[in-house]
Nanobody
Framework: QVQLVESGGGLVQPGGSLRLSCAAS????????MAWFRQAPGTERDFVAA????????VYADSVKGRFTISRDHVKNTLYLHMNTLKPEDTATYYC?????????????????WGQGTQVTVSS
């Protein structure tokens, strides 16, 4: 069993930056994938970015490509999302997720474990 705990959300002005963290307890295998999703009120949970735990393979949603960077720290067992040039449309609850099977996927249904979410609000 894996538990995921997100942190780092908050209120930021347009154009600003935030770094989200997701601390994982439990064993993560090198072929597992971890991802960030986000959900605004009244909308579906949308894919943001994913990374293979062994590193080297990442995928981003077009809406965040060039602005967000996903990374992980094996020693700390932590996933990160570095968000730059934030826009009001980035406002959402951000969730980290773990896929316990192989392969990177962009669908929320493909992920087996989820954190509780952290709120990001981009507003002046």
């Amino acid at each position: 069993q894996v538990q995921l705990v997100e942190s780092g959300g908050g209120l930021v002005q347009p154009g600003g930056s935030l770094r989200l963290s997701c601390a994982a307890s439990g064993r993560i295998s090198s072929n597992n994938a971890m991802a960030w999703f986000r959900q605004a009120p009244g909308t579906e949970r949308d894919f943001v970015a994913a990374i293979r735990w062994s590193g080297g393979e990442v995928v981003y949603a077009d809406s965040v490509k060039g602005r967000f960077t996903i990374s992980r720290d094996h020693v700390k067992n932590t996933l990160y999302l570095h968000m730059n040039t934030l826009k009001p449309e980035d406002t959402a609850t951000y969730y980290c997720a773990l896929r316990s099977r192989g392969g990177l996927r962009v669908g929320a249904i493909e992920y087996d474990f989820w954190g509780q979410g952290t709120q990001v609000t981009v507003s002046s």
